[in-house]
Antibody, heavy 122, light 109 residues
């Protein structure tokens, strides 16, 4: 069974750096075609894709946020870490990690974590 | 402003058919990229509803169907039920990066 779980601080102050961890099970991120993305959703607003890390350690970032984002993985711990610098109240929202597999479901986000709420406030 | 444009809201009575459009451009849907659809119930993570333009994952009722043509895609829901009331998002790729639509709130009257 494939599962993903997000963890990180519920509250960060403006200008601080956010570090979120996605801990997964049921698959290996080194298996060809496997990818893990981060997606966020401000309260009452739409989903926004942030970043992706692939099985071969290639990394991709949202064009609008790439200067603030960094994604990495620890394959021994089955974890993917997202850091976002210079946090602002507009970054408040629920942050999800989700898995895609290019060999399955045409690369759609088939498995999602439950999300973690992050509030940016002084 | 989302790269993919969806109507903010649609509504329909139980038993009716509704459609949700997802309009893109030549750099995303029109470039041949697949479109996927997600259903998000209040307070929950999105759930994959349609993948690869028109395919349903196991367990998704056949009341849900998807199509794609040119620079647009559509999600159709027939035999509307109260439990279908949710937010719906389309997703595709733009210059090989994932992009989402702005979401559509479906209200069952």
């Amino acid at each position: 069974q494939v599962t993903l779980r997000e963890s990180g601080p519920a509250l960060v102050k403006p200008t601080q750096t956010l570090k979120l961890t996605c801990t997964f099970s049921g698959f290996s991120l080194t298996t060809s075609g496997m990818c893990v993305s981060w997606i966020r959703q401000p309260p009452g607003k739409a989903l926004e894709w942030l970043a992706r890390i692939d099985w071969d350690d290639d990394k991709y970032y949202s064009t609008s946020l790439k200067t603030r984002l960094s994604i990495s993985r620890d394959t021994s711990k089955n974890q993917v870490v997202l850091t976002m610098t210079h946090m602002d109240p507009v970054d408040t929202g629920t942050y999800y990690c989700a898995r895609t597999n290019s060999a399955d479901y045409f690369g759609a986000f088939h498995i999602w974590g439950q999300g973690t709420m992050v509030t940016v406030s002084p | 402003q989302s790269v993919l444009t969806q109507p903010p809201a649609v509504s329909g009575a139980p038993g009716q058919r509704v459609t949700i459009s997802c309009t893109g451009s030549s750099s995303n849907i029109g470039a041949g990229y697949d479109v996927h659809w997600y259903q998000q119930l209040p307070g929950t993570a999105p759930k994959l509803l349609i993948y690869g333009n028109s395919n349903r994952p196991s367990g998704v009722p056949d009341r849900f169907s998807g199509s794609k043509s040119g620079t647009s895609a559509s999600l159709a829901i027939t035999g509307l039920q109260a439990e279908d009331e949710a937010d719906y998002y389309c997703q595709s790729y733009d210059s090989s990066l994932e992009v989402f639509g702005g979401g559509t709130k479906l209200t069952v009257l």
